[in-house]
């Protein structure tokens, strides 16, 4: 099962781009507009690509258990998982029970994305002065649950796709531009049933997207047929 609201899922346009295998054949598109999010229900098995439309822009994801809210995507429990800051392709994120829920099976961009940063939230453009009704990937992951039925007081370490924060030999953090291109895509397969949340980061004060934020595509597959 597939559902997400409240752009309701179409024949995927792009899929010229990213043909579909005999084993993932039904493609559907969701189109997230800048600074927005959404969130789709996926069952085990199913495969969704983030695609980065126009380039440069961040996209900060989130999976939750659909059996129980309280069990989400860890990046702490991720890291110790894989024994590195970020997954590569193959590699399973987990849970907060350290549970796979999540599998990065493609990645199509420079592969350079982050599970160090946490989601901007109204207190961090608080802090940098902006407007405060400033949208943040926290309200947008709260208001994109919603609208699947699912909520929570818990806003978890996002996986940071298309982010580059360099780690220095001093430990210091860089804040770098994204350096992903029109269509670059990353693809996750659901390990357990789950919703899964992408916010098109509407960061505008740190340069990450590159002063602007721009739109983010899903392409949702369906899983392996029986």
């Known amino acids: 099962m597939t559902t997400a609201f409240p752009t309701s899922p179409q024949p995927c346009p792009s899929c010229f781009l990213f043909p579909m295998t005999p084993a993932h054949p039904v493609c559907e598109s969701i ?3 800048a600074g927005e ?11 969704v690509t983030i695609v980065d439309v ?6 900060d994801v989130f999976a939750f258990s659909r059996d129980d809210v309280r069990e989400y995507h ?4 991720t890291r110790a998982h894989v024994n590195r800051l970020f997954p590569a392709v193959g590699e399973q ?5 350290r549970r796979p829920i999540l599998t990065l099976v493609e990645d199509a961009s420079p592969r350079r994305h982050d599970m160090l940063i946490a989601a901007c939230d109204p207190a961090r453009y608080a802090a940098l002065a902006a407007p405060a009704d400033h949208a943040s990937c926290a309200r947008n992951m709260h208001d994109a649950l919603a609208t699947v039925g699912l909520s929570t007081e818990i806003v978890p370490q996002p996986i940071n796709i298309f982010m580059d924060i360099p780690v220095g030999q001093d430990g210091a953090l860089t804040w770098e531009t994204s350096t992903s291109r029109p269509g670059d895509s990353i693809t996750f397969q659901a390990e357990i049933d789950c919703a899964f949340v992408v916010s098109a980061c509407p960061q505008d004060v740190v340069d990450i997207n590159a002063g602007a934020p721009t739109p983010l595509r899903l392409l949702i597959q369906n899983g392996t047929p029986s």
């Open 74 to 77: 860890s990046a702490s429990h």
């Open 31 to 33: 189109d997230i507009p």
């Open 54 to 59: 126009e380039g440069q822009q961040v996209g």
């Open 37 to 47: 999010g959404r969130a789709v229900l996926l069952d085990a098995g199913q495969r």
């Open 93 to 97: 994120f987990v849970t907060s029970r």
